[in-house]
């Protein structure tokens, strides 16, 4: 079965310290991952995504198929980063879907 | 990325009744769909709204249950009926351009309760 799981409901850091988001997934296919984020007050939005191996906001996430995980990391966390973090894992194909994982709420310190 | 907006964004609703939540884009899209996000829950994906035929219910939802409706490219429809306390939750809809199916633009939600 597809799964998604981050083990972290909420992850407490301070200002400049590095941030890690683990993400595990469970899926028997090639995986397409991905991270959405929602501020405070707005909507969902596409953080980054495995394929494009960019880094957004100073974020960065390599996928390890060996681990099946795809952790999310920031050498220095600013207080602007505090949001609820989504794992996703992409189904490709006839059956496109995204399934989440339960999400992470970051809160950076001052 | 795409402007999507959701109507009502909130309601409080009597157990037995029925919902119509309105999901409307600035663009043509291909894709639109619907997730559900209960209280503490991730968000878990109750259909794929299809243009002009019937929505694709993911396992555990039915149309009796959560019709919906897609009459043009940018406007959708998700019906919540008899409702029960249990339906309480966020409801999303969020839509997907091209063959970019996976990177989803989400709408504000629509936050119901049900007494």
């Known amino acids: 079965a597809q799964r998604v799981t981050q083990p972290e409901k909420l992850l407490s850091v301070f200002k400049g310290a590095p941030v890690e988001l683990k993400c595990n997934y469970s899926?028997?296919?090639?995986?397409?991952l991905f991270w959405y984020v929602q501020y405070s007050r707005q909507r969902l939005q596409l953080l980054l995504r495995h394929i494009s191996r960019e880094s957004i906001k100073g974020f960065t996430a390599d996928l390890n198929k060996g681990e099946t995980s795809f952790h999310l990391k920031k050498p220095f966390a600013q207080e602007e980063d505090s949001a609820m973090y989504y794992c996703a894992l992409g189904r490709g194909g006839a059956t496109n879907k995204l399934i989440f994982g339960t999400g992470t709420l970051l809160a950076v310190q001052p | 990325s795409a402007v999507i907006s959701q109507k009502p964004s909130r309601d409080i609703c009597q157990r037995g009744t029925s919902l119509t939540i309105q999901c409307q884009v600035d663009?043509?899209?291909?894709?639109m769909f619907w997730y559900r996000q209960q209280p503490g829950q991730s968000l878990t994906l109750i259909a794929t709204a299809n243009q002009g035929s019937e929505a694709t219910y993911e396992s555990g939802f039915v149309i009796d249950k959560f019709p919906i409706s897609r009459p043009n490219l940018t406007f959708s429809t998700l019906t919540v009926s008899n409702m029960c306390p249990e339906d309480s939750s966020i409801y999303l809809c969020?839509?997907?351009?091209?063959?970019?199916?996976?990177?989803?633009?989400f709408g504000p939600g629509t936050r119901l309760t049900v007494l």
């Open positions: 899926y028997s296919g090639s995986p397409e």
């Open positions: 663009s043509q899209v291909t894709m």
């Open positions: 969020s839509v997907a351009r091209g063959t970019m199916v996976l990177e989803q633009f």
